[in-house]
């Protein structure tokens, strides 16, 4: 019989497959509405999301004043609907650190995004502070144990 995976596992696996997330950020020191943007990504085996955008974006300031973020992953077939839903803190990377993710990045991200060689190019990571995990399939939301 087999035994079923945790769902830790089934969520890095499932993070892995995709490049896409929609990143939500606070703008204006809360007086304003949330912003969403697709971004592409890269999990590590932490299940931290590296990510990379440019200093002279709206973003990168909203996140440095706030970085709480939330994100969502899902598969793009209609079905069965597959979403990873999680929060957590952005931080930007020291350069010694964001050279080992972006060369992380460009080996497990293949798509082309219009920021890549930027002058002021920053890579950041969301360290997740709570995972969902909802599986069309089974009608299941789970949340993962950090």
Known sequence: MDQEKPVRDVVQEFLE???????AINERDGEGYPNSSIMHYAVGKDLHVYFGTKRS??????????????????AEGIDPLCVVDGRG????????????AYEYFKR???????????????MFTIEPV????????SGQLKVVQL
């Open 17 to 23: 497959k995709h490049i896409k997330m929609v990143l």
């Open 57 to 74: 974006f709206g973003k990168y300031e909203a996140l440095k004043k706030d970085p709480k973020v939330s994100f969502i992953v899902m």
């Open 130 to 137: 709570a995972i969902r995990w909802l599986d069309g399939t």
């Open 89 to 100: 803190l952005a931080r930007e990377l020291s350069p010694q650190e964001a050279q080992f």
């Open 108 to 122: 497990n991200n293949l798509s082309k995004w219009y920021v890549e060689g930027s002058q002021d190019f920053a």
